[in-house]
């Protein structure tokens, strides 16, 4: 008596219905959707970043006091990068047009320069992108993957972190709530 055929006909339904349920979890799951991601970073000062810019000149964080910024981790190649952008050029457009707005910038991770300029030539953006060439600030700022997004008060606070696709309407939204925290309602 061969005991493999009965436990082959036991296990195949049985394996079945496994992967079965787990394919509808993934159907049914919801994305995680957009939310602050801790960080010893959060309330204290933001680490020092002074690089150089895609396109010429430099960039030193500490000048940007009095300004709330933000930054964006990016990849040219990445496709949440990719998906996200169309949501980051209506925030730098939205935020042109509010008296405080936040200052968008993209840092540049492990990409050439050829390939940041040609993306943002084709898919728009007109804010500086700053060259992370050895990594050294998305270790400052603890990046695990891109896109990540970083929002630092005008004090120069860290106050938020993104991990993942952001929206225009998430970050304006998280932007005015904090700004409105700090300086009083009406802000």
């Known amino acids: 008596m061969n005991v493999t055929p009965r436990l082959s006909r036991r296990l195949v339904p049985v394996v079945g219905f496994v992967l079965v349920a787990f394919f509808v979890v993934l159907a049914v799951a919801k994305p995680r959707g957009e939310a602050d991601v801790a960080s010893p970073l959060i309330g204290n000062p933001a680490p020092a970043v002074q690089s150089t810019l895609v ?95 970083w929002v630092i008060d005008p004090s120069g606070f860290v106050r938020m972190r993104v991990a993942g696709e952001v929206t225009d309407s998430f970050l304006s939204g998280r932007i005015a709530a904090m700004r409105e925290m700090l300086n009083g309602p009406g802000s």
């Open 55 to 149: 396109g010429g000149g430099g960039f030193d964080l500490a000048r940007r006091k009095g300004s709330w910024v933000v930054l964006n981790f990016f990849n040219s190649t990445c496709v949440p990068c990719r998906n996200e952008h169309p949501e980051l050029v209506a925030f730098a457009g939205q935020q042109a047009g509010i008296a405080d707005g936040a200052e968008l910038f993209t840092v540049v991770n492990d990409d050439t320069d050829e390939a940041v300029s040609a993306f943002f030539a084709e898919k728009g953006g007109d804010w500086d992108k700053i060259r992370d060439p050895d990594g050294t600030i998305a270790v400052a700022f603890g990046v695990a993957k891109v896109p990540e997004t």
